[in-house]
């Protein structure tokens, strides 16, 4: 039938990312709650999966990525997530902020500031664009912060500049993080912080905040896609709470597909 076809069509993959992303996980877990037994998730890279995207919809060819919520594919292409009957996803999610224990004290301005900064999807998806096309994440970060001076001063309010403190913050190579890490790094920068921004795999980044290595990350997704990372780290690190809500993981594909529901792939 036409559902084995599409099957076929893909060689039962799934597009994956790295292999510690929790939609990547999920999808695995997926794979198996539906029975999907003839299907893989690959995995790679967030820029490998967004080539391999950009490419079938070019050719109208079908793919399934493992996909999520900001992100600017969705404003690039048309599509859709599959539903998941299941709940193997999850519900929305919120982007929160886990800082070192002891960070409030040792170096409070660095706490205060990522204690308040909290923008939108909206907000994250100009920066995610900008780098989409073409330009480096350095410069669409100052510009980000240049034209939301407004939000910018929410963030670094009751809060006085530093004169070379050091800020490590740590993050994955995932397109929202490489925005909001480079956005709150610069607004950082500018506050008189000697900022470096570490990339890591994400069990990593969860790491080496809980051991201290380094003072901070905005990249926590809870309650789902990182709730086991945040059970085995949460005991010595501290949640700061949310820096953006609305998000959500799951499986992605181009409109243009016959196929509505992660059980559709079943054959
Ligand atoms: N993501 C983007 C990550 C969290 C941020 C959805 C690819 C993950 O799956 O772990």
Known sequence: DSKA??????????TG???????????EKAVEEYG????????SSGGAMTEALGNAIEDEEPIIVT?????WKFAKY???????????????????TMVKTGLKEEKPNLYKILDQFKWNAEEMGKVMLARKDGTPIEEAAKNWVEENSDKVSEWTKGTEKVDGTKAKLVYVSWDSEIASTNVIGE???????????????????????????????????LPG????LYESNKDSLEDLGANLEGAKIGLVVPKYM??????????
């Open 5 to 14: 076809a599409i099957g076929e069509e893909m060689d039962y993959t799934i």
């Open 17 to 27: 990312i790295d292999a510690g992303a929790g939609v990547v996980k999920s999808s």
């Open 36 to 43: 999907l037994e003839d299907w893989e998730v690959q995995t």
């Open 67 to 71: 996909g999520w919520t900001p992100h």
């Open 78 to 96: 048309d599509l859709k997530y599959l539903e998941d009957p299941k709940g193997v996803f999850g519900g929305e999610e919120q982007i929160k």
């Open 187 to 221: 607004v950082l920068r500018q506050q008189g912080f000697e900022v470096d921004l570490t990339q890591l795999q994400n069990a990593a980044m969860w790491q080496a905040v809980a051991q201290g290595e380094a003072d901070g990350m905005v990249a926590a997704w």
């Open 225 to 228: 896609t990182h709730g086991d």
């Open 258 to 267: 016959d196929i509505n529901s992660i059980e559709d792939l079943k054959s």
